[in-house]
């Protein structure tokens, strides 16, 4: 009698340590995860954050014509295009970001999206400042992570 509660007691101990075991083994797969996402992060980080500048350096002397001028069409399609631009490097930098970086990504393109419908000079001008926000919130990330593990 004595031998079954012994062998249900080990059956039961034998349940509750693979329940730990999974757990964790599941915050591993996570922190793995996230370390592998910081590492592309940094890796990819500065040669996104360049190449946004460069688009919003372009963008900028494009609204400065746009502006000076009345109405012309190939400035507006210039515009269209550097927004374009700057919209493929979002993109690829939304599945790397986390937090407030990548919500600054996520409307960031939607800006971008919504004068791709519509083209105004002042949707144009707030889509800018919400980049050049953006640049910034990157490059002191790209400090922050200097002092990261």
């Known amino acids: 009698m004595e031998s079954q509660y012994i ?8 349940a509750i340590c693979s329940v730990f075991g999974l757990s964790v083994s599941l915050y ?8 592998r ?41 210039q515009v269209l295009i ?7 490097a979002l993109v690829n930098l939304r599945e790397k970001t986390r937090g407030n970086e990548k919500k ?3 409307r960031s393109i939607r800006s971008i999206d919504r004068l791709n419908k519509g083209f105004s000079k002042t949707g144009v ?9 953006l640049v910034i919130a990157l490059g002191l990330y790209a400090e922050d992570a200097k002092w990261r593990l």
Do not use: N
Not at 47 to 76: K, M, N, P, W, Y
């Open 82 to 88: 550097i927004l374009s631009k700057c919209r493929g």
């Open 7 to 14: 062998w249900s007691w080990v059956g039961s101990i034998g």
């Open 37 to 77: 996402a910081d590492f592309l992060l940094r890796g990819t980080l500065p040669l996104s954050r360049r190449a946004l500048e460069v688009h919003l350096g372009d963008l900028s002397d494009a609204l400065e014509l746009l502006f000076q001028t009345r109405e012309d069409a190939d400035i507006d399609r």
């Open 125 to 133: 001008s707030e889509t800018q400042r919400i980049l050049e926000e």
């Open 28 to 35: 591993v797969l996570s922190e793995l995860r996230r370390l």
């Open 104 to 106: 600054l990504v996520k």
